[in-house]
T-cell receptor
């Protein structure tokens, strides 16, 4: 149980276009989902916290208008990278916290590799 | 803000031997959670072990155990009987009531035959 999927697993886009990444909890409800960004050989950096039915909370330094997050249901959160540029190329990972769960445990998706040309 | 420090960028261990990965953290909270995650080349994050700060007993999961020293704010991971499949990046992470995970920079573990 506790499976999180991400789609797409990898995407290549042209500079200036927008890309949407989906994060789904397949077998549980997630009131809270998190979006992380990981550059090569680096750690995961929290970008934003997404709560179902409310606006996302962004970490300092993350542009809200560039990284649009929507958490419309208890099983789906989306991250849209708007007007993508080469510096946005990275590995994006989502995680979901089990509603009513304990231990603050998060279940991670497999990640999405974004390459902006 | 809470910080998590992993001072060993790389570690190496021989198969069947034991290795300990270090992690220290800084927090003013009294109630929190600590985790070790494994990230293999596939980059899928896998939970290895977790520890609740209010529990004095060190967590154990098969070949993986932790040494949790709350006063010293230390949380090391011991891997016993190392296997080739243990080779990966290992991240120490902290979380409190805010739920978000704060990760250390990671330790790359190499397992040699």
């Amino acid at each position: 149980g506790a499976v999180v999927s991400q789609h797409p697993s990898w995407v290549i886009c042209k500079s200036g276009t927008s890309v949407k990444i989906e994060c789904r909890s397949l077998d549980f409800q997630a009131t809270t989902m998190f979006w992380y960004r990981q550059f090569p050989k680096q750690s995961l950096m929290l970008m934003a916290t997404s709560n179902e039915g409310s606006k996302a909370t962004y970490e300092q330094g993350v542009e809200k208008d560039k990284f649009l997050i929507n958490h419309a249901s208890l099983t789906l959160s989306t991250l849209t990278v708007t007007s993508a540029h080469p510096e946005d190329s990275s590995f994006y990972i989502c995680s979901a916290k089990l509603a009513g769960g304990t231990y603050n445990e998060q279940f991670f998706g497999p990640g999405t590799r974004l390459t902006v040309l | 803000a809470q910080t998590v420090t992993q001072s060993q960028p790389e570690m190496s261990v021989q198969e069947a031997e034991t290795v300990t990965l270090s992690c220290t953290y800084d927090t003013s909270e009294s109630d929190y959670y600590l985790f070790w995650y494994k990230q293999p080349p596939s980059r899928q994050m896998i939970l290895v072990i977790r520890q609740e700060a209010y529990k004095q007993q060190n967590a154990t999961e098969n070949r993986f155990s932790v040494n949790f020293q709350k006063a010293a704010k230390s949380f090391s991971l011991k891997i016993s009987d190392s296997q080739l499949g243990d080779a990966a990046m290992y991240f120490c992470a902290y979380s409190n009531s805010g739920y978000a995970l704060n990760f250390g920079k990671g330790t790359s573990l190499l397992v040699t035959p």
